[in-house]
């Protein structure tokens, strides 16, 4: 069925879509879901997903969001596609699943409570560039222990530090994600103002850590 | 971390600007179709008229990764 509507579908207006699932058009629903299946596919393709796959994530990821969509159908605004709309959903889905399985596999037996001494998996080659770079570092850390608000470091250090996603930060934290961009937003602002007062540039700290 | 997540942080932090430019990521998330089928060409310029869903990408790495999947997908139907 999804192979037989696949090219009369295509050219469906965003109109026709929704007239079509509202109707409660099983043809339409099967088509749609198998558009997703095919993407979804498409995207996880060319990714090393494979340690965090499952033989279901794409049918459930799929399943998950139909049921968004079914949801949220009414408030379409038409200023896109209505298949990219639609895909927005969907990748919403399997991002959220795909974070949280990672988070699972990597996440940290001790969160920072406080910036690391040193944040990067490598050291420079040169003694005079590892200087540079370990008083550059140690002036970042000082201004994120120092300026930022108990509330802003916490924030930076679980997402940035630790890498954990931003929507179980918020969900630790019982706030929107929303809540936890602007936090996140607040602190970079606060230590630019820091370093920017200090005269230290975007262009030195890339010149001192960069490649 | 790895440096270059550790430079995107940096650059992060100096691109940051006042709250009223600053999009979040629900907002983000609404314009973000509009914006992919501009990059597209489905809608010519939708991309250009929205430089603030750009500037987020930039800001936030979960967003950028975001809206590469779904440029991905939406080429995958073209």
């Known amino acids: 069925m999804e192979v037989q509507c696949g090219a009369m579908e295509t ?4 109109e026709r879509w929704l007239s079509e699932l509202q109707a409660e058009n099983d043809v339409a629903w099967t088509t749609l879901r198998g558009r997703i299946v095919r993407g979804l596919r498409a995207y996880l393709g060319g990714r090393g997903t494979q340690a965090l796959d499952t033989p279901t994530l794409v049918d459930d990821v799929a399943q998950e969001a139909l049921l968004t969509v079914r949801s949220k159908l009414g408030g379409f605004r038409g200023d896109s596609r209505f298949t990219t709309w639609v895909y927005r959903i969907a990748v919403n889905v399997l991002l959220g699943e795909l974070r949280r399985r990672r988070w699972d596999a990597m996440r940290p037996v001790q969160p920072h409570d406080q910036a690391p001494p040193w944040p990067l998996e490598e ?5 005079e560039r590892q200087t540079r ?9 000082a201004l994120i222990e120092g300026a930022l608000t108990p509330y802003q470091r916490q924030v930076l250090l679980a997402h940035v530090f630790d890498e954990k996603p931003l929507d179980l930060v918020a969900g630790d934290l019982g706030v929107s994600r929303d809540a936890v961009y602007k936090a996140i937003h607040d602190a970079r602002r606060k230590l630019r103002g820091e370093l920017l007062a200090r005269g230290i540039t975007l262009g030195e700290l890339t010149e001192v850590f960069g490649p | 971390m790895k440096r270059e997540r550790f430079l995107q942080l940096l650059k992060s932090v100096y691109g940051a600007r006042d709250d009223a430019e600053e999009m979040g990521c629900s907002d983000f998330f609404e314009l973000l179709p509009r914006y992919v089928d501009g990059v597209l060409e489905v809608s010519p310029g939708a ?3 929205l430089p603030e869903v750009t500037h987020h990408i930039e800001q936030c790495p979960e967003c950028a990764e975001a809206y590469q999947a779904l440029l991905e997908m939406a080429r995958a139907d073209r």
């Open chain 2, 47 to 49: 991309s250009t008229e």
């Open chain 1, 123 to 127: 050291v420079a080659a040169s003694p």
């Open chain 1, 11 to 14: 050219a469906w207006s965003n």
């Open chain 1, 133 to 141: 770079q370990r008083e550059a570092w140690s002036l970042v850390r």
